[in-house]
Nanobody, 114 residues
Framework: QVQLVESGGGSVQAGGSLRLSCVVSGSIFSISRMGWYRQVPGKQRESVAAITSGGSTNYADSVKGRFTISRDNAKNTVYLQMNSLKPEDTAVYYC????????WGQGTQVTVSS
């Protein structure tokens, strides 16, 4: 069974940076389009960024210019570099394939204070 393990969250002040990591077990990673998602209580999980197996990326308008998604296929890992963080970025962050068909991991909490 494929597992997703997110890490790297924490508490920062507005304007700060964090780098999230997601390790994907199994051999499907290198051929999968991967995405980062986030969720706050009472709201639906939303897509933040996505990356193809070849490295093409796209971003939600709310994070363009501040977040960067990348991947290391040799390490089965997808990253999310988050700069210029804002309080509205506070959420639990998850990774998954863009089809969202893998079992969700535990996520990693990001808290941005003003």
């Amino acid at each position: 069974q494929v597992q997703l393990v997110e890490s790297g969250g924490g508490s920062v002040q507005a304007g700060g940076s964090l780098r999230l990591s997601c390790v994907v077990s199994g051999s499907i990673f290198s051929i999968s389009r991967m995405g980062w998602y986030r969720q706050v209580p009472g709201k639906q999980r939303e897509s933040v960024a996505a990356i193809t197996s070849g490295g093409s990326t796209n971003y939600a308008d709310s994070v363009k210019g501040r977040f960067t998604i990348s991947r290391d296929n040799a390490k089965n890992t997808v990253y999310l570099q988050m700069n210029s963080l804002k309080p509205e970025d506070t959420a639990v962050y998850y990774c998954n394939r863009v089809t969202r068909d893998l079992s969700w991991g535990q996520g990693t909490q990001v808290t941005v204070s003003s």
